[in-house]
């Protein structure tokens, strides 16, 4: 965090203004702390499951959101200015699971405080978890430390293949809200085959009764 404030050459008397959306594994209460202490904003997600749990028992009331529920209770510590502290409970696999947010945000309603919290930036969490699912990183490990990263490198060159042929590709298309799961899956595994001539990719055949080989075609065509 001290870093991003270095980079971004904040003032002081411009943390007032800047409000910080992080996820649970920046949510600690030292780290809310610091922030709260430089006087910015924050909209949170805390790190303890347990601490979630205890926070619940507190709840009269679950209004609903989405598929969850949400409750706000007091806030478990003096962070030396107001925070608001919001629960959240969900069913996973017939059980509930619980997490509590912090926030110094005035908003009109619980909901309005998690579609805010939802707004946040992600687009570390989005790719790691794309590639995971859509690049079978999860599924690859190496016991070497320099075989494991260059699987690493390879797949980042994959993602940046992949988004490149989706922003040019599919952008215009029937495909235009696949992510990388979808596209690997959906359309990179239709059964077809390539015909080169002196080393040059000269047609792509796909199997016809394929739904979605029409539509890849002209897609392929228009990246080509």
Known sequence: ???????????PEQ??????????GAGSDEQLGWLLARNYHIIAKGTSNRRAEA??????????????WLAEVTPYADFGRPVQVFVKKR????????????????????ARFMRYYQARGGAEVEQFRNDKGGLFLQARRKQSF?????????????HNLLA???HHALSDSPFAGFGLKRIVRDLLQIPGRLVFEDAQLKRIDLLSSHPHAK????CLKKYL
């Open 1 to 11: 965090m001290f870093a991003s404030e270095i980079a971004l050459d904040l003032a």
């Open 15 to 24: 943390h007032k203004r800047v409000v910080w959306r992080m996820d649970g």
């Open 55 to 68: 926070l619940a028992k507190q709840v009269n009331r679950w209004d609903p959101f989405e598929d969850a």
């Open 91 to 110: 069913l996973k696999k017939g059980e509930f699971v619980y997490s509590y947010y912090v926030s110094t945000l005035t908003l009109p309603s619980k």
């Open 146 to 158: 320099a075989a494991q990263k260059a699987l690493i490198l390879l797949t980042d060159l994959a």
């Open 164 to 166: 490149d042929f989706h």
């Open 215 to 218: 539509s890849l075609l002209t």
